[in-house]
């Protein structure tokens, strides 16, 4: 029997999908284009933005009908309801097996899930949110999480991973920044860049989202109007995606809910288009954040049908509708027939949703959907990992007195609405906080121990009492006698306090959890002042989505320590900081703020955004970004580089020895930024365009090398171009960016330089050790 030339794998995968378009009808070529979500829930609190009335159910018999022609994807068949991860991917390759079946060339589904932090499906491993990994300031132990995530979605038939989140925090009251990295776009894109090459090299396409602007909501409101201008939303917005995209090979992206000055993301071929394919050369797929197409039509109102909508979306660059078929289904038919449509644009989606297909496997005639092996979700090595990176993101804000470590045989008060709750562990795209509660009863499927637990295990001479004190945010303060009694029988109070992640005001922090201010939620502030006024030393540890404002207790704590959502290893990282087991090498990804109004705020200011004489609001953060202390102390020593003339096409090496002059190991964070005094557009006062962690051993010293290029100080200009111009700039070695171990001053000669698309887009670093 002959072969047809697009299931030969020995032909190029064009020329396969070329001949299958050209047999296929438009109804099938239009099932490739959207995705069904089975067991979705139309009634009651959802999973997803207006779920309740954008979900269409499918009968058996309509199931069976609509596969047919095809389908382009099966969306979250783990991460819908609790399935136990064996019987859900046997479910799943019967399921494909179904689909191939039907139609007529045998072409399964796409299947797609949210991993985040982690797969979202029951008994996966939750690992840290993606505002702790900026946190941890360590690509490649991202990229090795993400490469476990890969391999664990790839056991089970998933395909396609809705993951990573690449927004920049430009207001940090919107729910969703503990899903962001934090508020740089270099730390973004270089962490982002790290998460897309695990997923990537375990065969699961990367999804960048949310593209684009989605953080820039007006007021930090969820889905809230655009308002960003043209240059921050080409250096500070963009930069991550481009990152992503060049350096980490993401193969899908994801279009965001948002309009930005009036033109819906979804239906802008200015940016789906033009930017993302003709310029940045994208050539994987686009798909619709979920019911965004239909949002043209309902939210927006730039569409008045769903014919309409479909159009705007395919015309601008939209390959994939979803979660689920509504726009491009029937009355993308219709409108195609009916000559509304041009059927090409239809051609062009199938195509690349094909051309994925095809990559992936699924065109190959010996494909198969059956797992390989057993299915082991929350694995030893897993929870390792989850371990260290929990760990490492954990930040020591200040320590001014040496109150930690703990001593291990002291008498602890631990209190707080956070201590003994295991899904204070957890952001809202974990299983458990995400799914788990439309389940009561149905048991977390993965152990998470709490910081009360943990703190007991890690010392168990110690004597560790514990009272709540109140709840996240009941105003309730009935609890407060009990806490403030057993703080006063006790030799330190250890407060943990935060957030509670939740979805569409189900919880403090989370999609469509925005805050009104950066106050600490509930009465937790009144506990906390409550506590330090017994005058028993108080460690504040928080554990939450987003920072809030600690000016109120400036120099009245003994100790703060922050960890965001660290995830089902989280307790013991935290235990073991206070314990002095783990020393602490966290540094910030966001500011800490001072007052809970003057905001919002990010250290991405120009001079304008910084405190002065013309407005009584000092946004000065309590501790800046990339801020961090340790258990041990660093000493930053001959430090070589700058002060000389560069062409605006050059570069130089700055370099300086960091020296570990304590009494145990530890890791510095050796962050370089860039000041430049006068430009043609107004600049961030500084900005982080460099990076190293360093782990030194006692006594121990390494060299850390910068290669900066001036490709690193381009920024778009009033015409719209990204240039780098002549002149003076500083770059500046630091431990944060308010502290600064070094400048070095460099002249950029030469003329106004138009960097391409090739550009350098980050600062390679080198270490070698120090004898």
């Known amino acids: 029997m002959t072969t047809a030339p697009w299931r030969d794998p020995a032909l190029p995968a064009a020329a396969r999908v070329d001949d299958l378009l050209s047999r296929m009808t438009l109804e099938e070529k239009t099932a490739q284009l959207y995705g069904v979500w089975v067991g979705a829930a139309t009634d009651g609190d959802g999973v997803a933005p ?45 399921a494909q097996r179904r689909i191939a079946e039907a139609g007529r060339f045998g072409i399964p589904a796409v299947a797609h899930e949210e991993c985040l932090a982690g797969f979202t499906a029951w008994q996966a491993t939750a690992y840290p949110v993606p505002l702790a990994w900026g946190a941890a300031w360590d690509p490649p132990l991202v990229e090795e999480m993400a ?96 990152m992503a995209l060049r350096e980490g090979g993401a193969r899908s992206v994801m279009a965001a809910y948002n309009e930005t000055d009036g033109v819906p993301a979804s239906a802008d071929p200015e940016l789906l288009t033009r930017l993302l394919r003709e310029e940045w050369g994208f050539t994987g797929t686009v798909v619709a954040d979920y019911f965004g197409i239909g949002f043209l ?47 090409e644009l239809v051609d062009r989606a199938a195509r690349r949703v094909l051309l994925q297909k095809c990559e992936l496997g699924l065109l190959d005639e010996d494909w198969t959907p059956e797992p390989a ?23 020591l804000l200040d320590n ?51 910081v009360l637990d943990a703190l007991r295990t890690e010392l168990p001479d110690a004597k560790v009492t514990f009272a709540q004190g109140c709840d996240v945010t009941d105003p309730d303060t009935a609890g407060f006698d009990e806490a403030v009694a057993r703080t006063a029988e006790a030799d330190v109070c250890v407060a943990v306090l935060g957030d509670r992640a939740g979805l569409f005001g189900r919880g403090t922090s989370g999609e469509g959890c925005d805050a009104s201010d950066l106050g600490l939620p509930g009465v937790q502030g009144a506990l906390l002042d409550a506590l330090v006024a017994t005058g028993v030393p108080v460690v504040l540890v928080l554990l939450t989505g987003r920072p809030y404002a600690l000016g109120r207790w400036r120099g009245r704590l003994g100790a703060v320590v922050q960890a965001f959502f660290p995830g089902e290893e989280g307790g013991p990282a935290v235990a073991g900081v206070l314990s002095g087991r783990v020393n ?44 961090g202390r340790s258990y041990t102390s660093f000493a930053w020593e001959d430090a070589t580089g700058g002060d000389t003339e560069i062409g605006t096409d050059g570069g130089c090496d700055l370099a300086v020895t960091v020296r570990n002059t304590g009494d145990r190991e530890g890791a510095e964070v050796v962050q370089l930024y860039l000041h430049d005094p006068v430009a043609s ?36 200009d009033r015409s719209g171009r990204r240039v780098v111009e002549p002149g003076a700039l500083e770059l500046r070695l630091a431990a944060s960016s308010a502290d600064v171990r070094h400048t070095a001053h460099l002249t950029l000669t030469g003329p106004v330089r138009v960097t391409g698309t090739g550009r350098r887009l980050r600062c390679e670093t080198e270490v070698a050790e120090v004898g």
């Open 681 to 716: 557009v107004t600049r961030p006062d500084v900005r982080l365009v460099g990076y190293q962690r360093v782990a030194l051993a006692p006594g121990e010293a390494a060299r850390v090398t910068f290669r900066f290029h001036t490709d690193l100080s381009a920024f778009t």
């Open 50 to 94: 207006h779920q309740h009335d954008m979900t269409v159910e499918h009968s058996e018999e309509e199931w069976a009908e609509l596969i047919t022609q095809g389908l382009g994807q099966l969306t979250r068949s783990f991460g819908t309801a609790p399935v136990d991860p064996a019987l859900g991917a046997q479910a799943l390759a019967r």
């Open 147 to 242: 490469r476990r995530i890969g391999e664990d979605l790839r056991s089970v038939g998933v395909h396609q991973g809705l993951a990573p989140v690449l927004d920049v925090v430009r207001d940090p009251r919107w729910g969703r920044v503990e899903e962001t990295i934090g508020e740089d776009p270099y730390l973004v894109g270089t962490i982002g860049t790290a998460y897309v090459r695990g997923l990537e090299a375990a065969g699961v396409v990367a999804t960048l989202k949310h593209f684009a602007g989605y953080a820039s909501s007006a007021g930090a409101r969820n889905l809230a109007p655009v308002r960003a201008g043209i240059r921050e939303f080409a250096d500070v917005t963009l930069p991550p995606f481009e």
């Open 400 to 450: 001014p007195d040496g109150l930690l470590p703990l001593a291990p045989d002291t008498r602890i008060a631990v209190v707080g609405p956070r201590a003994a709750d295991a899904l204070a562990m957890l952001g809202c795209y974990s299983f458990p906080s995400h799914v788990l509660t439309h389940h009561p009863g149905v048991p977390a499927g993965i152990e998470i121990p709490t």
């Open 297 to 343: 039509q309902t939210l927006h109102r730039v569409a008045g049908t769903p014919a309409e909508a479909a159009h705007a979306a395919l015309a601008a660059g939209i390959d994939v509708e979803l979660p689920t078929v509504k726009c491009y289904g029937p009355p993308l038919l219709d409108a195609v027939r009916a000559g509304q449509v041009p059927e």
């Open 373 to 395: 092996g057993p299915v082991t979700l929350d694995s030893t090595g897993n929870r390792i990992l989850a371990r260290r990176l929990a760990e490492e993101s954990v930040v």
């Open 584 to 627: 602490p090498s966290g540094r910030l990804p966001v500011s800490v703020p001072r007052e809970p109004g003057g905001q919002p705020w990010t250290y991405l200011q120009p001079p304008l955004g910084l405190a002065g004489e013309v407005s009584n609001l000092d946004p000065t953060p309590l501790y800046a970004f990339g801020h």
